[in-house]
């Protein structure tokens, strides 16, 4: 058998210029096809699970994205010490920056993504806008803005273009630099806002205004492209469900997209690749309106988040297709020939809090133990801190069933069951999205969380009774087993034997005391005064302050994990997770917050300050701004009053909970 003299150069070492989930995923593909990975890291990620998966790592010094993961200096350094011959930019940081590619090109390196001059082409959404009109591509109504253009000029743009407008960063993605306007008097602000955070995210304050169509679809086309010169589509995906202008819930194939709509958008999104000489994975965005008219918003020259529901749909690995057009082979026949298979339907679960707003939050992950039966994409495992400084997705849980309904149903039961502790997230709104009515009709449109409280949409039935129940006996049986001495003194022991032992434990900041006595078997078991039922119980030690229960009340069996954490306790069960925590009955007197403080709602730092001690502020004026997670936050006045004191600097670091400021009663 003769060698194959013809076969192109393959990629021995790729070094990846990304952190978190994606770098995961690439180097999951990357090992699967034999090719060494080299991760890089910041001081914050030193311990991430992307570092310890590559089979090297080089630390970037710095903490901020600016000082590492944006420094592509020492990103190509990086390279060459290592001996890589490729760089895969994954989504973000450099992924869409031509000078880094034109870097990266000049290093003797290999770039995993289209050519600088498409990137340069489609990194200024004015630009992209301009070559798609002159190449027929439907394009909304917009216009630049320059640094002639004073608050005067600025309303007489937004009036030619008319209200609604959306500022729009020219450069970057993700809902960064992106506002919406309703009112001539709201665009000035909204124009310096994004442009602060347009300049803190992508290091390019450009922005640009443009005609908002109200509740449109947001629907998108995956495109490759190879060297020679063919771009294929590989069908849409829906991405309409959005918060912040950043997308939570993506399906592919679209519900509102027709075989003959669905050539009109893929004829439209391979144009557009071919006039830019497309080579690897893109994805060209559209709007879609209620009549089926669609409207180019932008050209994505990098792999997308949401790409596995269209790996699902396609049985398709898109990494693997990005790796070999970068070494310079056409596109497989299976590429070629990819056709619909069944639904994908993909849930992003964040660190946040959907009911202040989508704060974000950080900490440690007590535990992480997402369900194994869909796929997820994370960056994380149990132990991890979520750090203030990157965006804070924790992982992509993506579901394929022959029906859309079917991937809906898996994906929520797959949400409910994975074990998640120790920050919020918006796990509860992502499963009531999955089975609401309107989203299984598949009526489905960018104001969807306009139209359903987010409140409403992450209610559940989880109640907190049996949870509790569970985690008394848990502690008793911890007591009971770990206690050298006293081991027949349980939690919450009475010295009246008449009296049931209790234990006060609290639950989104209300307290439940549970009062219990234990014979056997068998307990008495009350919460607030209510009896629980007829309980009987078995209890088994699951490894290091970690029990499983099976509680039977009133011939309900149910089984229920608990692990206890000093006096914070999770509880998992079958409707998934409850977080408790153990109050002292006897308190220590402690010091209470100044009447009036402002305090930090989430980790984060002081980006700007707007007042000074003393003065007269109304209710919401902003007192300061917070930037964390690349999202900026306005701390307002709750009431008209006086700035009594600022405790606060800019550039300070502040922790959730921290005092930034005294706002006291008006005065005269």
């Not at 439209?268 to 071919?274: D, Q, R, Y």
Request: aromatic share 4%; proline share 5%; hydrophobic share 45%.
């Amino acid at each position: 058998m003769t060698a194959d003299t013809t076969a192109t150069p393959r990629i021995r070492r790729l070094l990846i210029a990304n952190r978190g989930e994606i770098a995961v995923r690439i180097i999951r593909t990357a090992r699967a096809m034999g090719v060494e990975t080299v991760a890089v890291f910041s001081d914050a990620d030193a311990g991430a699970l992307f570092v310890r998966e590559a089979d090297r790592a080089v630390r970037l010094p710095g903490v901020v994205p600016a000082d590492t993961y944006l420094r592509g200096d020492l990103v190509i350094e990086a390279a060459r010490r290592t001996g890589a011959d490729a760089v895969h930019p994954g989504y973000g940081f450099l992924s869409e920056n031509a000078e880094f590619a034109r870097a990266v090109a000049a290093a003797g390196l290999i770039f995993v993504g289209p050519s600088p001059e498409a990137i340069d082409a489609m990194g200024s959404k004015i630009r992209a806008k301009e070559l798609m009109a002159s190449s027929g591509v439907p394009v909304l109504p917009g216009a630049t803005v320059t640094a002639e253009h004073d608050d005067a000029a600025l309303v007489t743009l937004g009036d030619r273009i008319g209200y609604p407008v959306l500022v729009k960063a020219s450069a970057g993605g993700g809902g960064r630099g992106m506002r919406i306007v309703w009112a001539a008097g709201e665009l000035a602000g909204a124009v310096a806002s994004a442009r602060r955070e347009a300049g803190s995210a992508f290091g390019d304050d450009t922005v640009f205004l443009e005609k908002y169509v109200t509740a449109p679809r947001h629907v998108e086309v995956q495109i490759f492209g190879d060297t020679t010169g063919r771009v294929i589509s590989l069908f849409e995906r829906e991405c309409s469900i959005q918060r912040r202008y950043q997308k939570i819930v993506e399906e592919s194939p679209s519900p509102a997209v027709t075989p003959a709509l669905r050539e009109r958008l893929s004829t439209a999104a391979v144009a557009a690749g071919e006039a830019l000489g497309y080579l690897g994975a893109g994805t060209v965005e559209f709007v879609l309106d209620a009549s089926g008219d669609f409207f180019f918003l932008e050209v994505n020259t990098r792999l997308q988040v949401e790409h596995p529901v269209t790996e699902f749909i396609t049985g398709l690995d898109l990494v693997r297709l990005q790796l070999l057009v970068a070494q310079g082979e056409a596109l497989p026949q299976d590429a070629l020939s990819a056709r619909i298979q069944g639904h994908a339907i993909e849930a992003r679960l964040y660190a946040e809090d959907p009911s202040a707003g989508f704060l974000p939050t950080s900490g440690l992950l007590r535990d992480f133990t997402l369900d194994q039966g869909v796929r997820a994409d994370t960056g994380f495992s149990p132990g991890d801190t979520v750090s203030i400084h990157y965006d804070p997705m924790l992982a992509k849980l993506v579901a394929h069933a022959p029906t859309r309904g079917e991937a809906a149903s898996v994906l929520a039961r797959a949400l409910e069951r994975s074990r998640i502790h120790g920050v919020g997230t918006n796990r509860d709104l992502l499963v009531g999205i999955l089975r609401e009515p309107e989203f299984l009709a598949g009526d489905t449109d960018t104001a969807y969380l306009d139209r359903h409280a987010v409140a409403e949409l992450s209610r559940t039935d989880r109640a907190v009774t049996a949870p509790a129940a569970a985690a008394v006996l848990a502690l008793r049986e911890h007591r009971r087993t770990s206690s050298v001495v006293q081991q027949s003194i349980t939690p919450g022991f009475r010295t009246l034997v008449s009296q049931p032992a209790l234990v006060r434990l609290s639950h989104d900041e209300t307290e439940h005391d549970v009062r219990y006595r234990v014979e056997g078997s068998r307990a008495e078991i009350s919460v607030d005064g209510v009896s629980v039922g007829d309980v009987r119980f078995e209890v088994a030690s699951d490894g290091a302050d970690r029990y499983v229960l099976v509680l039977e009340i009133d011939g309900d069996r149910q089984r229920f994990e608990v692990a206890l954490h000093g006096d914070l306790i999770d509880v998992d069960g079958p409707q998934g997770g409850v977080e408790l925590a153990r109050v002292d009955l006897l308190p220590e007197p402690g010091s209470q917050v100044a009447q009036g403080s402002l305090t930090a709602p989430m980790p984060g730092s002081v980006v700007r300050i707007a007042v000074e001690p003393g003065q007269q502020v109304r209710q919401g004026e902003p007192i300061l701004v917070l930037e964390a997670m690349k999202m900026e936050h306005v701390v307002s006045a709750p009431a008209d009053g006086l700035v009594e004191a600022v405790l606060v600097v800019a550039g300070q670091q502040v922790d959730i909970g921290e005092v930034l400021a005294v706002v006291g009663e008006e005065q005269e």
